[in-house]
Each structure stands twice: as C-alpha cells, then as structure tokens.
C-alpha cells in the first residue's frame, strides 16, 4: 500500500492550506487515516485523525482550525487548514492502517510526507 501525500507549501500566517493523502495498492479496507506532523527538533505527534468507529480525533493544538475529511470511495483524506501559525510548521504525514485482504492483518503505512511553512 502507498500512501501520496501532497498540499505542503509556504503560507504567511493566518492563511490557509489543504492536503490531501490517497492510498493505493491492494485494499479492502481501511481502519485509522490521518495525519501527523513533525517538526524541526520535536517528536512526531498526531494532528488529526479518522479511527475505524468514525470518531474524528484532533490534537488540542489544532481544534477549530483544521478540519480533516475523507473521500471513501477514492481511500483519499484531507485536512484543511485555516488560520496556520507559525507554530504549524512541521513535516505533515499521511498514516492509514490498511487491510489488503479480509482476512489479512492490518498493516500501518506511513506517507512520505509534505513540508508546511508557515511565515510569520
């Protein structure tokens, strides 16, 4: 399974972006999918994401500015991010936890991740 992140750029602060992640491969289903971020110096933490009982789970950091959805039929997530900070600079990674068949383990895949910059 891959996952292709894409949407990272630079940003003046208090403006916006929107990343998306598709997963492709061989796929039944697909349990957990978000996005975590790293930045410069700092462990990699979770931002936001969907878990296999439809629950949306946001770090506290990012509640009321970034919205992730899910397009189902295409194994694609997005975050939109509004209002970015200069403290949202970071490394974002894509992460599903993916069945390829449906009897099979669920396999955790990790994006190559997509840099966002944000200005001061």
């Known amino acids: 399974v891959q996952l292709q992140a894409s949407g990272g750029g630079l940003v003046q602060a208090g403006g916006s972006l929107r990343l998306s992640c598709a997963a492709s491969?061989?796929?039944?289903?697909?349990?957990?999918m978000g996005w975590y971020r790293q930045a410069p110096g700092k462990q990699r933490e979770l931002v936001a994401r969907?878990?296999?009982?439809?629950?949306?789970n946001y770090a506290d950091s990012v509640k009321g500015r970034f919205t992730i959805s899910r397009d189902n039929a295409k194994n694609t997530v997005y975050l939109q991010m509004n209002s970015l900070k200069v403290d949202d600079t970071a490394v974002y990674y894509c992460?599903?936890?993916?069945?390829?068949?449906?009897?099979?383990?669920?396999?955790?895949?990790w994006g190559q991740g997509t840099l966002v910059t944000v200005s001061s």
């Open positions: 992460n599903a936890a993916v069945r390829s068949t449906p009897w099979g383990p669920l396999v955790g895949s």
């Open positions: 491969g061989s796929i039944f289903s697909i349990n957990d």
């Open positions: 969907f878990t296999s009982g439809g629950i949306t």
